[in-house]
């Protein structure tokens, strides 16, 4: 599996021999004009995570792609052909499946509406479980093995990222995937939804929160990319 991080919360992912990109927002450019794509996953309406303005041109692009949304994407971008999914389904993407987790955006503020946000898990025979879950930190799915880690934002404190890493080794544990919580958190997270942060902030949060809880940060910054394989037991 190769991850490669395209700013902010946009991640493309190629394995089983499938390329999805999720996230494509307005907070970066650096998805613009990505071709041969598989699917392209939406976690929710914020532009942040689809980009109204561009996004139609990646899905001219990319006709054969599988577009997949939150029910309530089309409120804020027009998506044609996209398929909305609820908690709970899972989708075949070639040999890879998606569950989709989660239901709703973290709270922002009690004045501001919740807005429905789904979590994306990626698995393939023979490669790392990998979990992207867009702007939420309730739900824990077991098994994950590569985490898109949200870093930064208005609805978010270090000490909720601490504790969803810990929230994901309990999942682990309990499942028996992993011996215990602290071997089932997921060896290694990569940070997104940080373009709120300088360069400083961004190493602080790393640092701390990987002493924590044990997960390996790997920061992969300006379309930086790398391969990840199934973690011995």
């Not at 494509?24 to 990505?34: A, C, E, Q, V």
């Not at 602290?182 to 940070?191: K, T």
């Not at 990987?210 to 011995?232: P, Q, Y």
Request: glycine share 10%.
């Amino acid at each position: 599996m190769r991850i490669t991080h395209l700013g902010h919360a946009c991640v493309l992912v190629e394995a089983a021999g499938q390329r999805i990109l999720i996230d494509p927002g307005n907070f970066s450019g650096l998805w613009h004009g990505t071709t041969e794509l598989d699917a392209v996953l939406i976690t929710h309406q914020h532009p942040d995570h689809v980009d109204p303005e561009h996004v139609p041109a990646l899905l001219e692009q990319n006709p054969q792609a599988l577009v997949v949304t939150a029910d309530d994407v089309d409120q804020t971008a027009e998506l044609p052909g996209a398929r909305t999914v609820s908690p709970g389904e899972v989708l075949s993407v070639g040999e890879l499946s998606v569950e989709t987790v989660g239901g709703d955006h973290a709270v922002i503020h009690e004045d501001i509406p919740r807005v429905h946000n789904i979590g994306y898990v990626l698995r393939a025979e023979g490669e790392p479980v990998f979990f992207h879950p867009g702007d939420a930190l309730d739900t824990a799915p077991a098994g994950v093995e590569v985490l898109a880690l949200p870093l930064m934002g208005p609805w978010a404190a270090m000490k909720e990222q601490v504790e969803f890493l810990r929230a994901l080794g309990d999942a682990a544990a309990e499942a028996g995937t992993a011996e215990d919580s602290q071997a089932g958190v997921p060896p290694y997270s990569i940070p997104i939804h940080d373009e709120l942060l300088s360069d400083r902030g961004r190493g602080l949060l790393n640092r701390q929160i990987g002493r924590l809880t044990g997960t390996e940060i790997v920061s992969l910054r300006e379309g930086a990319s790398r391969d990840f394989a199934v973690v011995d037991s």
